[in-house]
């Protein structure tokens, strides 16, 4: 007979997946049930219309307002290069991660709450990225993006696959937030404490790339609900440096050497059986 209670996924704290609420018996409340004043952000004008009225653009109605910090690159790259890049992604092997996740990692090995970053095993953004970071810098809002971190998400219905609302760190991490979606699209959920009724849905179109930034980024917070997930998904998030790391700062010297080791497009996955595990924000 199976051991029930063998370890079945990566869920930790309050965090659940489909996996861990069917062996406890414990399924959970979606929490977009408590949101009571829902909106969809429209990318054509940038403005966040409330769902019960909001129609395709520019066909729009009901009273809207600006939500700034998003960028939205609709098919930004072709079916062939989805692909391809698919296929190289699941040439390494994934990592459980919480809520139903799995995840692969090309980055520092970081301590957030301790502040403090390890080098010595990061070797780099992967080879199949270097073509993904040259089409994105085309752009001008990310000619400057220079990512020194990539983390492969893959995302499940059948696992539950969710992520609760929350920053990305700000200590390491800086503005832009750049998100590659591939094989099935989804819904970024933003919400601010200021407007505790409220949810902002902003689409994520398969083979799109979002940005998020400005406002966005640090005053609203993002999840995806479980509900959002129809199939599976893969999230290419890249990641730059905040200011303490660039310029002048006191850990520029260290910013630079992250920056040479990121952009060699060498990478080896993190946890992949290469390189040891590492937190990650």
Not at 116 to 143: E, H, R, V, W
Request: hydrophobic share 35%; proline share 5%.
């Amino acid at each position: 007979m199976a051991n029930i209670n063998r370890k079945t996924c990566a869920c930790k704290g309050i965090r659940y997946c489909l996996l861990c609420e069917t062996l406890k018996n414990d399924i959970q409340p979606e929490s977009r049930n408590l949101a009571q004043e829902i909106y969809n952000y429209c990318p054509e004008c940038r403005k966040a219309w409330p769902a019960s009225d909001s129609m395709q653009h520019p066909s729009h109605r009901g009273d809207s307002f600006e939500f700034e910090g998003v960028f939205l690159w609709t098919d930004f790259i072709t079916e062939v290069e989805e692909q391809d890049l698919c296929q190289q992604i699941d040439q390494t092997p994934f990592v459980d991660s919480q809520s139903g996740r799995r995840k692969q990692d090309f980055g520092p090995k970081v301590n957030f709450k301790k502040r403090k970053l390890k080098c010595n095993d990061f070797s780099g953004l992967p080879n199949y990225s270097k073509a993904i970071y040259s089409k994105m810098t085309t752009n001008s809002l990310l000619q400057d993006f220079i990512p020194i971190e990539m983390c492969n998400l893959e995302y499940m219905p059948e696992r539950g696959s969710a992520i609760d609302p929350h920053f990305d760190d700000f200590w390491l991490w800086g503005e832009r937030l750049v998100t590659v979606n591939l094989l099935s699209g989804s819904i970024l959920c933003m919400t601010c404490d200021e407007y505790p009724s409220m949810e902002v849905h902003i689409p994520m179109p398969r083979r799109s790339l979002l940005v998020v930034y400005g406002p966005a980024r640090y005053k609203w917070k993002h999840s995806i609900h479980r509900q959002d997930i129809r199939g599976r998904r893969l999230a290419m998030t890249f990641r730059e440096l905040s200011d303490e790391f660039r310029g002048q700062s006191s850990q520029s010297e260290m910013g630079q050497k992250l920056i040479n080791i990121a952009l060699t497009f060498n990478g080896i996955a993190v946890g992949s059986g290469v390189n040891k595990c590492f937190i990650s924000g």
